[in-house]
């Protein structure tokens, strides 16, 4: 086995940085947490030497919280619902952490749609936290330091974390690698409506809630709720432990939030009685850790120098259509390896 090789002295200063912030995330400081988030979503790859020590020293104190993702489509109400769900389970004595994934600005790389300002309530609630983070054009619109915010959000002592992501699509899916539940929010309609909604997403969803049901919704509200309750009975479930439900709620009026932590309540129950909750984050986990090794190499593959002067040539070639795809992909891992950047590299 290869020895490890020895720290140096800023590499000592770092550690001991990270490991004081983290000293102070998980004694409950808002700014040090603030400060650690930040830390974990930069790309600089200095800043990633801190975050992996910022870790070590979370992990300890984190995983004790219930990890729900909620999505639904643009209008479904989903902050209203986040708002209403979070300051209802702050009532109850939790400390809730909202991990809003935002769309990310083309321009500045920031987030555009600002959670803070579209849940003011929660954001002044003593024991609630919003952290908008931007997507970055990550897969499935989960921001790749997500699971990173969520070890830091339960190190400082939040017990519930919900994360809201951008919206219902074929790769939105990929909020299901990051939490313990996950919840599908709809909007009164049913039959059509029913079409309207990747049938992938509706056997995902652990959860099926129905907003706004109150006013002139509450008849259109029940029924969606029959008709998605009777679509369920049609697909396979896809662990034995738990049923998929559906509920209906208004997060406008308040009504039926409690039944929505009663069937949370009930999800965690059975599946840490069968095991499935503590096996699917082990699996999750080692999710991750390939994710990484994968955004990491494909990272030095783009910033090696052979690479890039590859690709002066196989690019142009590829879009002219006189070099096939697998052709100049197989050459730019050719250039990556060897160092090699010429464009007619063989392999």
């Given at each position: 086995?290869?020895?490890?090789?020895p720290?140096?002295?800023?590499?000592?200063?770092?550690?001991?940085?990270?490991?004081?912030?983290?000293?102070k995330?998980?004694?409950g400081?808002?700014?040090?947490?603030?400060?650690?988030?930040?830390?974990l979503?930069?790309?600089r790859?200095?800043?990633r030497?801190?975050g992996?020590?910022?870790?070590r020293?979370l992990l300890?104190?984190?995983?004790?919280?219930?990890r729900?993702?909620?999505?639904?489509i643009p209008?479904?109400?989903?902050?209203?619902f986040?708002?209403?769900?979070g300051?209802?389970l702050?009532?109850?004595g939790?400390?809730v952490?909202?991990l809003?994934?935002?769309?990310t600005?083309p321009?500045?790389g920031?987030?555009?749609?600002?959670?803070?300002?579209?849940?003011?309530?929660?954001a002044?609630?003593?024991?609630?936290?919003?952290?908008?983070?931007p997507?970055?054009?990550?897969?499935?619109?989960?921001?790749?330091r997500?699971?990173e915010?969520?070890i830091?959000?339960?190190?400082?002592?939040?017990?519930?974390?919900?994360?809201?992501?951008?919206?219902?699509?074929?790769?939105e899916t990929?909020?299901?690698?990051?939490?313990?539940?996950?919840l599908?929010?709809?909007?009164p309609?049913g039959?059509?409506?029913?079409?309207g909604i990747?049938?992938?997403?509706?056997?995902?969803?652990?959860?099926i809630?129905v907003?706004?049901?109150d006013?002139?919704?509450?008849?259109a509200?029940e029924r969606?709720?029959r008709?998605?309750?009777?679509?369920?009975?049609l697909?396979?479930?896809?662990?034995?432990?738990?049923?998929p439900?559906?509920?209906?709620?208004s997060?406008?009026?308040?009504d039926?939030l409690d039944?929505?932590?009663k069937?949370?309540?009930?999800?965690?129950k059975?599946?840490q009685?069968?095991?499935r909750?503590?096996?699917?984050?082990?699996d999750?986990a080692r999710?991750w850790?390939?994710?990484?090794?994968n955004?990491?190499?494909?990272?030095?593959?783009?910033?090696a120098p052979?690479?890039?002067?590859?690709?002066?040539?196989?690019?142009?070639a590829?879009a002219?259509g006189?070099?096939?795809?697998?052709?100049a992909?197989?050459?730019?891992?050719?250039?990556?390896?060897?160092?090699d950047?010429r464009?007619?590299?063989q392999?």
């Amino acid at each position: 086995m290869t020895p490890a090789s020895p720290l140096t002295a800023s590499d000592t200063t770092a550690e001991a940085a990270a490991h004081d912030l983290g000293t102070k995330v998980v004694a409950g400081d808002l700014r040090a947490l603030a400060r650690a988030i930040t830390l974990l979503e930069s790309g600089r790859a200095d800043h990633r030497v801190q975050g992996e020590a910022l870790i070590r020293t979370l992990l300890p104190a984190a995983g004790k919280s219930i990890r729900i993702g909620i999505t639904g489509i643009p209008g479904v109400g989903k902050s209203t619902f986040i708002e209403a769900f979070g300051l209802s389970l702050v009532e109850r004595g939790h400390k809730v952490a909202v991990l809003a994934v935002d769309p990310t600005s083309p321009r500045s790389g920031g987030s555009i749609l600002g959670d803070k300002t579209r849940m003011e309530k929660l954001a002044r609630a003593r024991n609630a936290y919003i952290r908008p983070s931007p997507s970055g054009g990550t897969l499935g619109g989960v921001a790749r330091r997500t699971r990173e915010a969520i070890i830091a959000v339960e190190a400082a002592g939040y017990d519930v974390v919900l994360i809201e992501t951008v919206g219902v699509g074929q790769s939105e899916t990929a909020v299901k690698d990051l939490v313990d539940m996950f919840l599908l929010l709809l909007a009164p309609g049913g039959g059509d409506d029913l079409q309207g909604i990747k049938k992938g997403i509706v056997e995902m969803a652990d959860l099926i809630v129905v907003n706004k049901a109150d006013g002139d919704l509450a008849p259109a509200a029940e029924r969606a709720r029959r008709d998605y309750a009777s679509a369920l009975h049609l697909l396979r479930p896809e662990n034995s432990d738990w049923l998929p439900q559906v509920v209906k709620c208004s997060a406008v009026v308040g009504d039926g939030l409690d039944d929505i932590w009663k069937s949370v309540e009930a999800f965690r129950k059975a599946t840490q009685g069968s095991g499935r909750f503590d096996s699917q984050r082990a699996d999750q986990a080692r999710t991750w850790m390939w994710n990484e090794v994968n955004e990491t190499l494909l990272g030095e593959l783009r910033a090696a120098p052979a690479v890039r002067s590859a690709l002066a040539d196989l690019e142009p070639a590829v879009a002219e259509g006189t070099v096939g795809p697998s052709e100049a992909a197989r050459r730019i891992l050719a250039a990556f390896r060897t160092g090699d950047g010429r464009a007619d590299t063989q392999a």
